[in-house]
């Protein structure tokens, strides 16, 4: 066991990889990023000192083996992860009574998830706490004299700094008031006529999921809305037995419901009205199509490769190598 600060700052960087690697809607990606935010802040206490991380007994055998006096072969235990993070609280002056709370509801869930039935992190979106675990994450790791960048390079930093930059008590509030407008408006209108609307956008979003947006459900109207953003990270490529699905990433940052009319832009006002959880495009091909295979059976469509063929060779051969 190392209580080094180097060696826990690497293996929190390994385990924000494996999550940034994973599907925003897998309860895995919670798991690795719950557990990479507990390295994180023990990397952060070994900072100050690695005596921290040391769990007091009465002969200071474990304080000793920190300090470098102990056997090599004593077993070393390590403090609670709560105690680290009420050790943050104290060690960290950004690091306060909202960043402790959010830490240890992340670290609980990591334990129910490892120690229990529970799919812990299915019931716990990734839009309820990833805000406030990005911050968390720029505190600890400025800390130490890092930055996002070091901790989770430059794509995901970029993220986290939006997201942290946009996902403020004001733009909350903005919302909040804009969601509660809007469902005026809708309830204010005749029974019969919220009903039509009702189905209208339920039949619009069917058709529209077909056409890379995501359907949810409008915090102001409880109609069907839907969602789009931006494409993040590499695509991931499954082969089933006839077919190639290929999975994209997707950071929600626009809103549209058609119904009561509310519309927002950014992914801060998305989080917001709790409608911000990442999700999926999948996309489907025959293998001939994904991997432009010839399929042998279709004449025309070899002439059409071999005259190809053919045209760039004469080319070649005859201008290309004057």
């Not at 960048?149 to 995901?156: I, V």
């Not at 990270?233 to 950071?251: F, K, L, N, P, T």
Request: charged share 25%; hydrophobic share 35%; glycine share 4%.
């Amino acid at each position: 066991m190392s209580w080094d600060r180097d060696s826990l700052w690497a293996k929190s960087r390994v385990y924000f990889e494996r999550a940034f690697d994973t599907d925003r809607e897998d309860h895995i990606f919670g798991l690795w990023c719950a557990m990479g935010l507990e390295l994180l802040a023990r990397a952060a206490v070994a900072n100050v000192s690695p005596t921290l991380l040391a769990m007091p007994d009465k002969e200071q055998k474990f304080l000793l083996i920190a300090l470098g006096h102990g056997s090599a072969k004593a077993p070393r235990r390590s403090i609670a992860t709560n105690q680290v993070l009420a050790l943050c609280k104290i060690l960290i002056r950004d690091f306060n009574e909202e960043q402790l709370k959010l830490a240890s509801a992340l670290t609980g869930r990591r334990n129910e998830e490892l120690h229990s039935g529970t799919a812990a992190f299915s019931e716990y979106t990734t839009q309820q706490w990833i805000a406030g675990f990005y911050k968390c994450c720029k505190i600890l790791a400025e800390s130490q004299g890092e930055s996002l960048t070091n901790l989770f390079g430059d794509d995901e930093a970029k993220i986290a700094e939006k997201t942290i930059t946009e996902f403020t008590e004001k733009i909350i509030q903005k919302i909040q008031s804009q969601i509660a407008a809007h469902k005026k408006v809708f309830y204010g209108k005749d029974e019969t006529e919220r009903e039509r609307l009702r189905l209208d956008t339920k039949k619009q979003g069917e058709i529209l999921a077909h056409k890379k947006h995501h359907c949810v459900e409008c915090p102001a109207c409880k109609c069907t809305a839907t969602v789009q953003g931006d494409a993040y990270g590499q695509e991931q490529v499954e082969h089933a037995e006839d077919e190639i699905i290929v999975r994209q990433s997707i950071i929600p940052t626009k809103f549209v419901c058609p119904a009561c009319e509310l519309k927002l832009n950014g992914y801060g006002e998305l989080l917001s009205a709790n409608v911000a959880n990442y999700f999926i495009h999948r996309a489907h091909y025959s293998p001939e199509s994904f991997y432009e295979l010839v399929n042998p059976s279709n004449i025309m469509e070899m002439q059409s490769y071999i005259d190809e063929y053919h045209i760039e060779s004469y080319i070649s051969d005859h201008f290309c190598n004057e």
